[in-house]
């Protein structure tokens, strides 16, 4: 009934967030945060039925923030509590959209922490099938942007120069046996593309550029750049969807998660779908990244299936669902 965020914009001078930070930041906004939600759906909070919380993963402070004020709630209005994983909401995101997917569907979620292949046989049963077996695609994105010198978040920035750019520059796919993911090493070979200037994306010390002749490249190259890079890493997304549908003959995929929201990503997604005539299913821009209404869906769920919490539960910076 309402969906409201709070950005917090003072991470940006810092390249990345910042826990303490983002943890003041959930206490500080979180009474408004909470009122204005009410105030937008129409509803009191007598009304409710239950309270959600995201309980894993993220960063622990914030994580605690949300935890605690949900248990208040939960115990000043008497409702039960609902505890919700933060990566299987961002799979159910997917069932605010009219028309949502029927079960099951596959999904490929990627964000800045977590890049996988969830098959979700109903909304309360999904199992990975795929997974990074070290850095997330998100990552790749923004280090790549802090390496061009672009500020933070630089994922998005990254989407919207390869828009003007051709995929001119080709960057190796990593050789990972199964439905598994890597891109350690293709951030390697980007780090070493741009030290050397373009000249090669391997480590050479003859071809090591000065900061003069870097700088240079990447500012005359930096749409070429961007949609190089854009390209390999939703190729390798993409390579891997393709065979997780082989594997299983499901046909219906989504995508979730914070890039998500990246148009080549969801383009290309479209193209593949219609070429291989699967139904493909591209959650609004709104719930790609983190927001309260993907908490909601999957508790909506939870509430189905009478799948409560007591005040004993506790958040986790980890945990696997």
């Known amino acids: 009934m309402s969906n409201i965020i ?22 500080e906004k979180i009474v408004s945060v909470v009122d204005a939600a009410i105030k937008q759906s129409g509803y009191s909070l007598a009304e409710l039925d239950a309270i ?26 008497d409702k039960p509590l609902i505890a919700v994983h933060h990566m299987q909401a961002h799979v159910l995101a997917n069932l605010l959209q009219d028309p949502a997917p029927s079960f099951p569907f596959l999904c490929l979620t990627v964000s800045g922490g977590h890049t996988q292949i969830v098959h979700c046989v109903s909304p309360t049963e999904m199992k990975i099938i795929g997974q990074t077996i070290d850095d997330a695609a998100g990552e790749a ?15 998005p920035l990254i989407d919207k120069y390869a828009k003007d750019g051709k995929a001119i520059y080709k960057f190796s796919e990593p050789k990972i046996d199964g439905l598994d993911f890597s891109f350690s090493g293709l ?14 994306n391997v480590y050479k010390v ?7 002749e870097r700088q240079k490249f990447i500012d005359e190259n930096l749409a070429n750049i961007c949609a190089s890079v854009q390209e390999r890493i939703i190729s390798i997304l993409l390579n ?3 065979k997780a549908v082989l594997q299983t003959g499901i046909t219906r995929v989504c995508i979730a998660g914070g890039v998500s929201a990246n148009s080549g990503l969801r383009q290309s997604l ?8 699967w139904q493909t299913y591209i959650p609004p821009l709104e719930f790609c990244t983190d927001n309260a209404g993907m908490i909601a869906i999957t508790a909506y769920y939870k509430y189905l299936a009478n799948d409560f919490v007591g005040m004993d539960i506790t958040p986790s910076a980890n945990g696997s669902f």
């Open 6 to 27: 709070a950005t917090q914009k003072i991470h940006e001078q810092y390249g990345g967030v910042v826990p303490e930070l983002a943890s003041r930041a959930h206490i």
């Open 52 to 77: 959600a919380f995201t309980q894993a993963p993220g960063l622990i402070g914030a994580l605690l923030v949300g935890a605690q004020y949900a248990k208040s709630l939960a115990l000043a209005l």
């Open 141 to 155: 994105f923004d280090k790549t942007a802090k390496i061009l010198g672009l500020p933070y978040p630089g994922g």
């Open 187 to 200: 951030k390697t070979s980007i780090l070493y593309f741009l030290n050397n200037a373009g000249a090669s």
């Open 206 to 212: 003859e071809y090591t550029a000065t900061a003069e």
């Open 240 to 242: 891997k969807l393709k």
């Open 270 to 277: 479209k193209d593949i779908g219609e070429k291989n005539g």
